[in-house]
């Protein structure tokens, strides 16, 4: 009968842990080595890109997920970007090399984490959670996950949905964000 029950109560213990999972209670390592963890960037919208150096996305997604930066970061809003070499061997390179590629090519100035699996069986948690949550799964690079303030999944985009075409979206819950900080003034 105790096993029974305490195997009932951890049942239950872990899908409550499982719901309150959100995408900042992670901790993830950046592209130069370091532990982070991703409540750093709670209170501001977040877009969580799989991001490859050699894709034929490459170019406009990184120069658009640039500016977006640019214009709503890094207080209200914050690209993650996440290189995955697992579509078309497309993000070969190490971490520092990726990271210097994007930062000199696109002038990068957004968060960039270390080379990951975004799918199968080595997928980080990052990107399980992720497509748990969202119902979608990456088929390439340059997936996209909006995520809002307390960390919970808005919406998911394909590579073929370009940045500019979510922008909207974006500045209106940055939009929101503002009005609500000068509301608490």
């Known amino acids: 009968m105790l096993p029974g029950a305490l195997a009932v109560l951890l049942t239950l213990f872990s899908l409550t842990e499982s719901k309150q999972k959100d995408l900042y209670t992670f901790k993830v390592v950046n592209s130069r080595g370091k532990l982070v963890s991703l409540e750093k960037y709670r209170g501001s919208v977040s877009l969580v890109v799989n991001v490859a150096s050699d894709c034929g996305f490459t170019e406009e997604h990184y120069k658009d997920l640039q500016q977006l930066q640019r214009d709503f970061g890094p207080y209200h809003f914050n690209v993650l970007a996440f290189p995955c070499n697992q579509f078309g061997q497309q993000e070969p390179g190490s971490d520092k ?68 075409e979510i922008r909207p979206k974006i500045a209106e819950m940055v939009r929101q964000i503002i009005l609500k900080k000068k509301e608490e003034l």
Do not use: Q
């Open 97 to 164: 090399e990726i990271d210097s590629f994007v930062r000199r090519v696109y002038g990068v100035s957004f968060p960039l984490f270390s080379k990951i699996a975004v799918i199968g069986t080595g997928a980080n948690n990052v990107y399980k959670h992720l497509v748990e949550s969202s119902g979608h799964e990456p088929d390439w690079n340059f997936w996209k996950y909006l995520i809002d303030v307390n960390g919970k999944v808005v919406d998911a985009w394909g590579p073929k949905v370009s940045v500019k």
